[in-house]
Nanobody, 122 residues
Framework: QVQLVESGGGLVQAGDSLRLSCAAS????????MGWFRQAPGEERVFVAAITWTGGSPSYANSVKGRFTISRDAARNTVYLQMNSLKPEDTAAYYCVAGPSVYTVPRAYPYWGQGTQVTVSS
């Protein structure tokens, strides 16, 4: 059993920055990959970024590449998503995920956080 708790969402203006945090607890020894998905109202949940538990192989969706940075602090069992140059199109609920391998589809991840809302105004 793994529990994921996200924080850091909020309401910002276009061009601003936010940093999301995801703290993992429980059987973290089962985690190989952690990352983020997002879901806008009426849309499918889509991949944003992922990183291995050891901090390697970061990957990003094309829509956020160059603006978002994923990182991890293994000692704190925490993964971060630094979001710069935010756009209104980034508005969504952001979900932290964890799983045994690296994939970009939601069904690959057995562990999900509750979500944190990011709203970007124009």
């Amino acid at each position: 059993q793994v529990q994921l708790v996200e924080s850091g969402g909020g309401l910002v203006q276009a061009g601003d920055s936010l940093r999301l945090s995801c703290a993992a607890s429980g059987r973290t020894d089962t985690i190989y990959d952690m990352g983020w998905f997002r879901q806008a109202p009426g849309e499918e949940r889509v991949f944003v970024a992922a990183i291995t538990w050891t901090g390697g192989s970061p990957s990003y969706a094309n829509s956020v590449k160059g603006r978002f940075t994923i990182s991890r602090d293994a000692a704190r069992n925490t993964v971060y998503l630094q979001m710069n140059s935010l756009k209104p199109e980034d508005t969504a609920a952001y979900y932290c995920v964890a799983g045994p391998s690296v994939y970009t589809v939601p069904r690959a991840y057995p562990y999900w956080g509750q979500g944190t809302q990011v709203t970007v105004s124009s």
